[in-house]
């Protein structure tokens, strides 16, 4: 019985951790579009705002209740450090899908499916670096 709590105890954070991404998702592709669409912005600035958007409703969202950190200092730095390597590898993901994966797609299509594929990579990328960054901050006792 032990085992399948702990079992569940897992799976729990990263469905957790799923659930507040889907929504800074929207909030993160409907301020992207908003910006392309409209011509507000280029696409990796109209991205840099989504994503910096996402990143405040995520770290509210998620430090606590998945990563079961405080908001610190050194929980801040943490989602800041990995929210810096997830900004940029989205970028690079939207600008390379955009431009050379999704070329003859409508315009519509290319920025969803190029937004599509800077979230799911990351997605993985930042939730298992974070989950090994905060259990050495829990070790450290910073």
């Known amino acids: 019985m032990d085992f399948m709590k702990d079992w569940l105890k897992n799976k729990l954070a990263i469905i957790n951790y799923f659930l507040y991404s889907v929504i800074v998702?929207?909030?993160?592709?409907?301020?992207?579009?908003?910006?392309?669409?409209?011509?507000?912005?280029s696409l990796v600035v109209a991205n840099t705002i989504g994503v910096v958007a996402g990143?405040?409703?995520?770290?509210?969202?998620?430090?606590?209740?998945?990563?079961?950190?405080?908001?610190?200092?050194?929980?801040?730095?943490?989602y800041l450090g990995t929210f810096l390597f997830g900004?940029?590898?989205?970028?690079?993901?939207i600008f390379v899908s955009y431009h050379?994966?999704?070329?003859?797609?409508?315009?519509?299509?290319?920025?969803?499916?190029?937004?599509?594929?800077?979230?799911?990579?990351?997605?993985?990328?930042?939730?298992?670096?974070?989950?090994?960054?905060f259990i050495l901050v829990k070790k450290k006792g910073w």
Request: glycine content about 2%; hydrophobic content about 55%; some cysteine.
């Open 25 to 41: 998702t929207v909030i993160d592709t409907a301020i992207v579009w908003a910006f392309v669409r409209f011509d507000a912005a």
């Open 55 to 78: 990143f405040v409703v995520h770290y509210l969202l998620a430090s606590k209740s998945v990563f079961q950190t405080d908001y610190s200092v050194a929980g801040f730095i943490v």
């Open 87 to 93: 900004l940029g590898f989205a970028n690079w993901l």
């Open 100 to 133: 050379y994966l999704f070329p003859t797609y409508s315009l519509d299509s290319r920025i969803l499916l190029s937004k599509c594929v800077s979230i799911a990579i990351p997605f993985f990328a930042m939730y298992y670096m974070r989950k090994y960054l």
